[in-house]
Each structure stands twice: as C-alpha cells, then as structure tokens.
C-alpha cells in the first residue's frame, strides 16, 4: 500500500506526534500526487484516525467523485489528480515560543504580524503546510474548560465531541469542494466554549501553503455553548507559485442559545490559488453569529459565509470585503437563511475592482415558511478603480413567509475625479489619493477588525494599490 | 520672501466652452487681494485652475509661482509649491478620517520631496499642533476623527477649509466663499480667524459677495471678474461700491463682457434644463 508513497527525512512513521522539531520544514511525509480511496484511506492510517473518521473520509470522497463541479462562480481549470492532498511538515506541536524553530518564526515575520503573533502567542494555533506545527493553549483558557486544539488533536483527544457536530453543519455532499475536504481534510482548529464563559482576547491562527502544487484542506469546527462567546480571527498570506495550487477549507460553526461568535477572516492568496471554501454557521435561540470576511488575491475565490438562523431571535451579520486585480476573480459574497421567527440578519459587501480584476457579490437570503418578524437587510457597494475591471451583483432572495422586511441597496461607483483632485490639492499624491479613498470605501469593515488586523489590511490595500495608478 | 504669483492671459475651457477669456493678475507674498463679480462670471473657475483641476483645459497664457511654472505641475505638486484653495463646495470622502487625511497632507507639503512611504510627521507632534488649531477656531476635538466633508454642514465644512489653510500654511490662497453659509457669529470667527491665519503672512485671494471677511481683512486690491475676465481693479473702496450696491455701474461699463457673462449663465440654464 505505502509503494507510491514518498517518505522523507528517513523518519518513521511512528515518530510523528513525538515532540520533535526539525530545522528545516522538508516535508516530512507526503503523499503521492491525486486522489483515490487508497490515498485518502493512507491518510487517515497516517494519523491514527478512529475508524468512523475513516469512514467518513471514504463515504466523502465517493460524494466527491460523483458530485459536479458548482455552476455559479467562475471557470475552475483544475487537474485533481496533479495536486498533492496531504503533506506532513516537521512533527510535534510546541508548547512555548522558544520550542519554535527559527525557520518556522521566520514565516511568522514574513506574515508580517510579529506583534500580534507574539501578543496572542498562547493562543495561537498556526496551520504551516498541511499540519498545525504550533499551538499552546492559555492556562487560564484551559482552567475555564475551553478547548482549543488543532482538528486531528481533536479528533483523537475529544472524540465524542468532535463526532456529534463534525460534518452535520456542511456536510459532505452540500457541495463538490466540501466533500474534497471531508474526504482529505487535514489541520484547522476545533474550538469549544463552555456554556457562559466569555474570552475576552480574539483567538487567532494563521495559516500558509509552502509546497508547490500543494492543495490545503483544513478543516475547522468551532462550538460555542449556550451564553459564550469567542472571537477568532486567522489571517493567510500565500507566497507565489508558478503552477496551480488549490485551497478548500471547509468552516463550521456552531453558536447555541444566547452565544455570539465573531469569525474574521483575511485572506491574501498568491495569483494562482483557486480559493474555494465553505462556511456555515447554525445559530440557535438568541445567538449571534458574525462572519467579517475580507479577501485579496487568489485567482479565483468562491466563498459565501452563512448563517442559518435556526432559533427565535437569531442574529447572522456577514460583512464582506473582496479585492480583485489583474488576473483575479473574487466571487463572493454571503447566505442568510431565517429559519425561525423573529430572527435578523445583515450583509455588507464592499468589492473594490482594479486592474481588470473581477468581483461579483453572489448573496443569498431566504426566508422560511413560518419565520415570521424576520429582518433581513443587504448593503452591496462596489467600487471600480479603472474601465477594465468588472463588477457584479447576483442577489438571490426567496421569502416563504409574508411577514418579513428583506431590504436589499446596491451601488456601483467609480472613483471619483472630484474627491482625487480633492485630496491631490492638499498635497496627496494620485496614488496616495486613490489609496486613501479606497481604504476610507472599505473603513467601516475595518474598523470591525481587530487592531493588528485593521493596519495589516490596510497595508495589504496600500501593496494592492501600488503601480495602479499611472 | 517675496514671492509673487503671477497669471498672465489665462484662457481656459471646458468642452470646447470658452470660460475665462484672458486673466492677468499679479499677487506678491503678504497681500491681500478680493475677486468679486456677478454669479457665473468665473471667479472660482479661475480659483480652480490655479490649484490644478483636471476638468479645465487651459487654451492660453501662463501661471508663474516665481520662476516655477505652475500649469506644468499637477494639483499636488501645486500644493507642496505652496498654492491652496479653499473650496466653495469642497468634496467628501466617506471613511477617511479627518485627521488622518491632514497628517498626510501637511506632511506632504511640509515636505515636498517626500517620496511615497516615507514616514509621515510623527503622531504626537501632529496631534498637539492640530489641537491647538483647532483651539483656536473653536472646534469640537471630535471633529478630527470624523469622515473628510462626510455629512458636515455647511459650515462645518468651511471652518474645515479653514483648518486646512492653518495646517497647510500655503504661500498663496484662493479663499472661494469661505464665509458663504455661515451664520453671523461664525463668519465673524472665520473672519477673524483667516486673519489670524494669513493676513500678511500668504498671499490672499479672497472670492466673496459679502462684507466681513474684507472688514477683517481689508484688501490692498480690488478685482472685478465679469464674462470671464478681470475687467478692473481698484483699492478696499471698489470692493465697498460692489457689494453696497451691486454691479450695475461694471455691466454699464464693460458691454461685451457683461454679454459674455449673460451667455454663459444662461447656457446654464439651458444644460440644466436639459439635464
Ligand atoms: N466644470 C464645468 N463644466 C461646465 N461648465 C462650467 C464648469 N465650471 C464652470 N463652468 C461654467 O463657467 C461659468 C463660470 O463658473 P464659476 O463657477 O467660475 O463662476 P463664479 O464666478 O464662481 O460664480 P458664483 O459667484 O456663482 O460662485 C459658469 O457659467 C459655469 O456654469
Ligand atoms: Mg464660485
């Protein structure tokens, strides 16, 4: 079974969850390229998965293989069989900062939020390659009951746990991507919040693809029992590859009565990353569940956070940012579905356009039979820096019930002369001006972000922008 | 420093539509100047085009900033050579925070061969100097932190000019109905603040319909603009004569301009019913 598959570094496979750093990030395990029964099967032997995991992963695939491509969206030209579907960086997991090798801190500066890293380090779960290489768990989160574990940790240390949500708020066959990554599935966090307990600090990952032709397939579930509430925020920054790379994470959330959730995301991939990841929230009685989603890069990104309101006074509040340049396609967006009376929910979606990149705002918002009182209000502003680049809006709205208020405000603009000769009087330069004002377009996302994450996406802006102008 | 501000025949266009017909006008450093006229005759065009909007094409004639040849440069390097314009109807950018907008901008004109990226003036210094200013035009500190022009009243918006002009310390400026939309009291405190601000310390080109920006800061010179062209000049008294009793006596006098002034008032009318 093991003929096809490469293992490096001469290390034993029983040697992986040993505590054991190595200097270089040489992939430590990797699988064949594509993907069949026999590969999935390999993975989870490799990490010592229960045999409903197993199953799990083989009934997924078959939903995989026999699912079409999504018809929304953009153009996918993706070979499966030339990606690589697991990789396996240096072993072990690291308890303190100084167990981290130096390479691996460098990626760390390279993502450029060394403060942040540092600051939140107990906290911190970081995806490097295909496997959470760091995390170490605040005491005093720990001593409140929280778990917050890479996924496969999980699955061994939290089994019960893990099986009862684990795919039943996507599962595998809601769509062909999320049943790729219910069948390879590897790293991501699990996140419980016991009932009641409240963190005050945002729990933060950060996540890199390294290996070329290397798809990522994280996978991350987050319950929040009733009265808690969390924030957790990861940011990704890809390096450039020169062929293909795909990354299909899939999100599930899971907010019980009187919870809140925050999840922020944001995502700067290399050009040519396919980003096709599904995330889905369940909020039960008086919950909130918050997506704040800003996406650059990628060459093609599908992605619509969703909230399904399941309970009496549910809240979803998705606010999304989608930055597309030359080459890019941003299709995003956002679902809502009011499944129950009394429920809110509210989309924001600011898309800027430049260099003939293309952002499309695909929403959905639905309304059940019998979710009477409900509020639904959507607010899509879109920005377009220059005549090459594109933007669209594909609402989709359907109300089963009467008595609702759905309202739904849509608005192209293009940048403006007089707000550029504004700035420009006072001494800005044109390519300062058009940073400003795009970063002002996108400010009141922004400012939902925390600190570190609002001046990282205001630089990123400011590295998308530069050159554009002349 | 005496520099001196210097338009000699400027004729300018927009859409093929001749709107100043030959502008010459000279400002030293430290002078006062107003520009009044009827409505349409072309007096913020002019302020326009001196500060670098991109809309007017200039079909004639030269603007100097001593030797620096200002129709040469765009509007930011016209402001970083010290040219300042406070708008009659100023634009706003919704997210951009006031205060961040000027410490960009002050530091860009303070130094104007800041290349992109280069730090900006440090925060605290910043900070405390805005402070001050806004100090002393009685501003609420709040203002700093709110969105540039984003919902202001009008007369938020002119003392934000007005703030601007303090922060910016030009060499010359075009104040274009600074004192349009104020009530009584705070045109007195703009009034007073301008000359505070700039009297004799920049050259001052104040547009304006009414009397008390020119009682705080009485002109040394007197422009009167009618079809596109300065048609006279004289002393504080000719600005005293235009605004107690009108214009009359300028149209009897200058025919063709006064026909050229009709023409373009009612060409836009015709536009905007059109439109
Ligand atoms: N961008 C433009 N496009 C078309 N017409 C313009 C433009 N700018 C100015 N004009 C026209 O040029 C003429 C002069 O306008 P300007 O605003 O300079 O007058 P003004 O003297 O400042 O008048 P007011 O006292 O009413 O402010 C007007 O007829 C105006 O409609
Ligand atoms: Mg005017």
Known sequence: ?470 | MSHVLRIENLRVSVDGKPILRGVNLEMKHGETHALMGPNGSGKSTLGLVIAGHPGYEVTDGSIFLDDEDVLEMEADGRARAGIFMAFQRPASVPGVKMADFLRHATTNVRRPDRKEGEELIPMREFRQELKAKMEQLKMDPEFARRYVNDGFSGGEMKRAEILQLAMLQPKFAILDETDSGLDADAVRLASASIAEIGREKMGLLIITHHDKLLEHNPPQFTHVMLGGRIVETGGPELAHELYSQGYDRIRAAYPEADRANQEMLSDEAAEFALG
């Not at chain 1, 001469?10 to 069949?36: H, L, M, Q, V, W």
């Not at chain 1, 399941?310 to 499944?339: C, N, T, W, Y």
């Not at chain 1, 608005?411 to 400003?436: D, H, K, W």
């Open chain 1, 1 to 470: 079974m093991a003929t096809e598959t490469a293992i490096e570094n001469n290390a034993a496979i029983g040697e992986i969850n040993k505590y054991d750093f190595r200097t270089e990030s040489k992939a430590f395990f990797k699988a064949r390229k594509g993907i069949d029964a026999e590969i999935v099967a390999q993975i989870s032997e490799m990490k010592g998965e229960p045999d409903w995991m197993r199953d799990f992963r083989l009934k997924s695939l078959d939903v995989f293989f026999s699912k079409p491509m999504p018809k929304w969206g953009g153009g996918i030209d993706l070979d499966f069989q030339d990606i690589y579907y697991y990789l396996k960086p240096s072993e072990g997991k690291g308890k303190t900062w100084d167990d981290v090798p130096q390479e691996i801190k460098d990626t760390f500066d390279k993502l450029g939020i060394p403060e942040a890293e540092r600051k939140f380090l107990a906290g911190v779960k970081a995806q490097f390659e295909s496997e959470v290489v760091y995390g170490s768990l605040k005491e005093d989160l720990a001593a409140k009951g929280v778990i917050f574990l890479d996924t496969d940790s999980a699955v061994r240390e939290h089994p019960e746990l893990v099986r009862e949500y684990f795919g039943k708020i996507i599962p595998p066959h809601d769509n062909k991507f999320a049943a790729l990554n219910s069948a390879v599935w590897s790293g991501g966090s699990f996140i419980y919040i016991p009932p009641g307990v409240k963190i005050e600090f945002p729990l933060q990952a950060y996540f890199r693809i390294n290996a070329e032709n290397m798809g990522q397939f994280e996978r991350t579930l987050i319950i929040v029992d009733e009265g808690a509430e969390v924030h957790y925020v990861e940011g990704c920054t890809a390096p450039m590859y020169s062929s293909e790379s795909l990354h299909s994470a899939v999100v599930e959330v899971v907010c019980k009565r009187g919870s809140r959730c925050r999840y922020t995301t944001i995502q700067n991939w290399a050009n040519n990353i396919y980003n096709l990841v599904t995330k889905r929230a369940m909020a039960y009685a008086d919950a909130t569940m918050e997506w704040v989603d800003g996406n650059l890069g990628s060459k093609l990104t599908m992605k619509y956070p969703a909230v399904y309101m399941m309970e009496p006074g549910a809240r979803g509040e998705i606010l999304s940012i989608a930055f597309s340049s030359h080459g890019q396609h941003q299709d995003a967006g956002a679902k809502l579905v009011h499944a129950a009376p009394n429920t809110t929910g509210q989309i924001i979606s600011k898309s800027i356009s430049k260099n003939g990149g293309r952002s499309s705002y695909r929403g959905l918002v639905r309304v059940e039979k019998g979710a009477k009182n409900s509020k639904c209000n959507v607010v899509c502003d879109a920005l377009i820096l220059d005549p090459h680049s594109r933007s669209d809006t594909y609402p989709y709205i359907e109300i089963m019930e009467q008595d609702v208020s759905v309202g739904h405000e849509a608005s192209v603009s293009r940048i403006g002369e007089e707000q550029l000769f504004y700035l420009m009087s006072r001494g800005l330069s044109e390519a300062e001006a058009s940073t400003m004002i795009v970063n002002g377009f996108i400010e009141p996302l922004v400012k939902e972000l925390p600190m570190e994450y609002a001046v990282e996406m205001n630089r990123l802006i400011q590295l998308q922008m530069e050159g554009s102008v002349g």
